[in-house]
Structures are given as structure tokens and as C-alpha cells.
């Protein structure tokens, strides 16, 4: 079946009204929509394409709103970002009745509010992200012991979770087939009640505090068949890397192991690269802040499977011969080489990877605009691009950029895009997230992108050189920092 675009649409005041409102009248495909109150129009959406609403603290959350909100039967996901108690029950109560997952964000749940929410729950949810919601052991308890009669398969609960933590999640959610508990302390101990999940295929545990003993105790017991896992921000070393690769490279395609070695470990050496190299089904390998020569790199280059590279934030600038073992890998469709040194032969180069989908090069302050811009050229299929903070990034490459038609995200901050470069830009819209903050543009550039890309969900044009914000009352983009909002 082919997959829906996704589109989210950020809900506000009388935005959301509007919306909702062209949606009841059968006319998902309208491009601008009066509110009755004629005090908002809507910029953009196509609600027959949606998957995702996100409502935040600004919504308008009236009767008819929530009439409206309970009948958009294509919407699958619902995100409700900084909203007070009361409202978050008041919207669960009344989700569409097609949602499988809801993300619940900014907002202090206690444990008797716990209770109420996940007696609110819809039935048909299958996946739950809690993030940034301060819960820790007793209100984790009550979490799990409520969510007996929902069919969970999917959880993220970064926040306060200790190791008796995952294994409550473990004994109480036998459904789970991927989670995320990032940035706590469940440290080696939660790793050995992790490892007795029988479901799990996709496993993120990133700044926990783990170390080899850890990994190892987790690789030896698991039950699981995981295809995912990021280690990102612990402390795995050798003997961690030896297990992984021992334990669980019949099943892994994905594995990151950014930030592992500043202060635990010695840098990776050349045995640790093989031994990573070892995992022969490796489609996408996340090496982030590692210290990578170029006799390691060439290693890497030999993963054939290999579809997705990240070796940004490298402790060493990349030589020109690592950048060509790395454009040897021609099956590449996502390389990230941000903070890398890489200069205008190395951009050269990297043309050659005429597969790639998405490009990330951001700081590195070596490239000039006209390299660049004959790069661009030779990448046609790009769908996301990042050059933010090259700080040479001008008119010549958005032209280029321009003629990406495949292109939907944008990311190019910190750079010389002046009114010129924004008209060129204005023209691409199959756009749904751009970044051109801290450039050169001013409120005639701003106003061709505003009027001219319709399919935006994200926009950011802070910082540059608009001094009438107020005449995009209606703009999803952003002109200022929230901070100088008064």
C-alpha cells in the first residue's frame, strides 16, 4: 500500500477552527479558509493527507472544536505539546476515532493524574511517547499497571526511570516490540532486565550511563531479535562492541554508537572497526564524535550493506583519501559529515553518491558557495538537505538548490542567502520544513516565501533582516526568538 504524505499541521486558536472546519465541510483540499470570526486564515494544510495533528497550549479547545476534532477519521497520530491537565483529558476523551498513537509532552503528570489519563486513553492506541513529564518510580507503577488493557507496542518514557523502572516495563508490557528510555540512569542492572523482553526489535537507551558490563550481561540474555539499537552516550567499549557484534548480528540493521569514547574509553582502534564491520547486515551505522582515521574509515567503506553513514563530529579532520573510500560506497542514500573539515575538493567528490536522499555537511567552513552550487547540480535526488552553519552558503547554491524537485526539507542557517537566494527557494513547493534563520533576507524575500510555499509545516526566518513581522500575522514561519516576545 502506498504510504500517506505526511503533513503536520501545528493547530493554534483560530487556525485550528479554520481547519477543522473546511474538514467537516468535505474540502480537505482547500488552500485558504476563512475563520468565521475572521481573525485567522489558514496558510496551508491538506487535511486528506494527514497523519498528524498537534495541538499546544495556544489551541482553542471549545465544543466545536472538539466535535470537529473527534470526526477527522484519517488522522492516525496525536501530539499535545505543553497543555494543563484538564485540557489533555478533555482532548483524549474526544480523539478520532483511527488514532494509534499519542504523544503526551510538557506536562507534569502525578500519580493520580496518571490514572485519569490512561483511563482516557482510546482503546486503538498501539503506541505512547511520555517524554518530559517528570515520571519517575511510583507514577511509572501506576503507568503500567493501567495500560494492562491497552495493547502497547511501542513506548517512550524518557524521564526519571530508574533499573527497577525497566523492569516493570519489561514484566508489564509483554507487547512491546520497540522502546526508548533514554536519558535516565537505568544503568548495567535495567540492561539485565531488559534483556528477558521477548518482543523487542528496536531498542534505544541512549545517556544511560552503561557500560560493558552492561552490554555484555544484555547481549548474553536477550530473547529478543533486535534489528535497532543505539547506545548513543554511554560508555561501551571493546569488550561492549565484542558482544554486540557476538550476540546480535544475525538480526541487527541499524546500530549507533555515537559519543562512547571522550571520557570512558580510548578511541576506537582498527580491532574495534572490524569487529563493528563484522555486522555484515548493517544498513545504517551512526558513528557520531568518534575519532576516525582514514585507515578506519576505509574499513567502513567495505560494509556493503551499508545505506545510511553518520560519522559526523569526527576528533580529526577527514583526509582526502577518507573522503573517497567514502565515495566509493555508491549504494549510499544518507551520509552525514557535518564538522568534518571537508573542503571544496573533498564537496567535489561527494557528488559522485548521485543515490543519496539526504546530505548533511553543516560546519564545515571550507566550502565556497560556487562549489557548492556545481555539487548540488549532480544530486537530484536529495529530499533532505543540511548545510547549516558553512557560513559560505549564498545566492549561487540556492539556485542550485532550487532545481532539487524532490527536495522537502531545507536546512541552511548560519549562511549568505540574501532576497535573490530566497526567491529562488520561494519556487520549491514540495517544501514541508526550511530553515533559513541567520541569513540576509529581507521583507521582500520573507514575503515570497511566505505566498509561495503553501506546504510548509516548519519554517524558520529568525534573524535576518525583516524588520515588519507583523505583516505575516497568519505565517507558520518564525521571525523572532520566542524569548524577545513581550
Known sequence: MKKSKLLTVILTTAIAMSALSACNAGNPNSKSTKNSSATSKIISYDVGYNEIITIDRNTKIDEKFLSNLSQLDKITSLKLKNLDFEKLITVLKNSPKNINHIGVYGTSLTKDSIDKMVLSLPKTITSLSLSGNNIGTEELTTLVRGLKNHKITSLDINNNIKSDGAKQIVEGMIHLTSLSISGTSIGN????????????????????????????????????KLTSLSLRGNKIGSKGRKAIVEHMSEHLTSLDLSWNHHIYDNPIDIDGIKDIARLTKLESLTFKGNYLTTDKIKIISDMKNLTSLDISWNDKNLTSDAIKAITSMHQLKSLDLSRNGITNNDA???????????????????????????????????????????????????????????????????NKITDSGASQISTMTNLSA??????????????????????????????????????????????EMEYFKR
Do not use: W
Not at 199 to 214: C, P, Q, V, Y
Not at 436 to 452: C, E, H, M, P
Open 348 to 414: 567535489k567528490d561527494i557528488a559522485q553518491l548521485t543515490n543519496l536522499t539526504s546530505l548533511s555537511l553543516s560546519e564545515n567552513y571550507n566550502i565556497q558557495d560556487n562549489t557548492m552550487a556545481s555539487v548540488l547540480e549532480k544530486l537530484p535526488n536529495l529530499t533532505k538537505l543540511n548545510l547549516s552553519m558553512v557560513d559560505n552558503i549564498g545566492d549561487l547554491s540556492a539556485k542550485s538548490i532550487s532545481k532539487l524537485t524532490k527536495l522537502s526539507s531545507l536546512s541552511i542557517p548560519f
Open 189 to 224: 542492572q535495567g540492561m539485565e532486565y531488559l534483556a528477558i523482553a521477548p518482543n523487542l526489535t528496536k531498542l534505544s537507551i541512549e545517556n544511560n550511563e552503561i557500560s560493558d558490563d552492561g552490554i555484555i550481561a544484555f547481549s548474553k540474555k536477550t530473547h529478543s
Open 434 to 479: 526550511l530553515d533559513l534563520s541567520f541569513n540576509k533576507i529581507t521583507d521582500v524575500g520573507a514575503q515570497k516565501i511566505v505566498r509561495s510555499l503553501k506546504n510548509l509545516t516548519s519554517c524558520d526566518l529568525m534573524n535576518n533582516k525583516i524588520k515588519n513581522t507583523n505583516a505575516f500575522p497568519n505565517s507558520i514561519c518564525k521571525f
